[in-house]
């Protein structure tokens, strides 16, 4: 009997939005991974491409309208028994004016640009994992 929906991997999209070598991270609330850092981001939906889904996740949690986000890294976390993510991360480059408003207070302490070498601990697992890899976002 094939496993339930609910026991498959579900597929996540994170964003790095970079200004510079700084990249907008927020600290996590209220769902898993709560107090932890992570980027912008959220469920791919039925019927969504990876950048119509950035695009959607970054303008719901920041007020951010990017364009053209470019894929940048794919990771596979298993956060336990019935919690597994693909992750696929996308990038986008934005002007030096660009701010993150906090959209989602439930969800996130607030947005903050860090240098990407600096990003403050503890990290969301899929985050950590980009970081751990061979992911080189300057070149
Ligand atoms: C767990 C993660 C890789 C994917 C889900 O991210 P999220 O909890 O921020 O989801 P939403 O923004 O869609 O609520
Ligand atoms: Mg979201
Ligand atoms: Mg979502
Ligand atoms: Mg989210």
Request: proline share 8%; with cysteine; glycine share 10%.
């Amino acid at each position: 009997m094939s496993p339930a929906a609910s026991d498959r991997p579900k597929v996540g999209v994170g964003v790095l939005l970079f200004k510079g070598e700084n990249v907008l991270v927020g600290k996590r609330k209220g769902s898993h991974g709560s107090g932890t850092f992570a980027l912008p981001g959220g469920h791919l939906e039925l019927g969504e491409s990876f950048e119509q889904c950035a695009i959607r996740e970054v303008l719901e949690e920041t007020g951010v309208q990017i364009r053209d986000p470019v894929f940048a890294y794919a990771t596979n976390t298993v956060f336990n028994a019935t919690t597994h993510y693909v992750t696929i991360f996308m990038r986008v480059d934005v002007e030096p004016g660009v701010e993150a408003k906090l959209m989602e207070p439930d969800k996130c302490e607030g947005w903050t640009w860090v240098p990407w070498d600096s990003i403050p601990e503890p990290m969301f697992e899929p985050l950590l994992a980009l970081k751990e890899s061979r992911y080189q976002p300057f070149g």
